[in-house]
């Protein structure tokens, strides 16, 4: 059973930081491309950072400059170090992994629970 499990969400004044975090368990063959996403209330759920197995980063233009993308390979988690934190940034943020479970198969993706950023004074 393959789960992302984040960590890292919270309450944060404008200007400040958060880094998120997300660690994917479970038995797997290799993980492609991660990323955030992110939900605001009445939005739908939209791209706010990626990165290739190869290691590339891919952001939204509204946070290029103040999120940074990571991955480690070796302990299967990519994190999102967010800055200058905007009220804008408020959602709920989501994990996304492209796994494959064997060397023959297509990536699956999974998603995790979702952890809340709040940019409130």
């Known amino acids: 059973q393959v789960q992302l499990v984040e960590s890292g969400g919270g309450l944060v004044q404008p200007g400040g930081s958060l880094r998120l975090s997300c660690a994917v368990s479970g038995i797997i063959f290799s993980i492609n491309a991660m990323g955030w996403y992110r939900q605001a209330p009445g939005k739908e759920r939209e791209l706010v950072a990626t990165i290739t197995g190869g290691g590339s980063p891919n952001y939204q233009d509204a946070v290029k400059g103040r999120f940074n993308i990571s991955r480690d390979y070796a302990k299967k988690t990519v994190s999102l170090q967010m800055n200058s934190l905007k009220p804008e940034d408020t959602a709920v943020y989501y994990c996304?992994?492209?796994?494959?479970?064997?060397?023959?198969?297509?990536?699956?993706?999974?998603w995790g629970q979702g952890t809340q950023v709040t940019v409130s004074s």
């Open positions: 996304n992994a492209l796994i494959k479970h064997n060397s023959w198969s297509s990536t699956t993706a999974y």
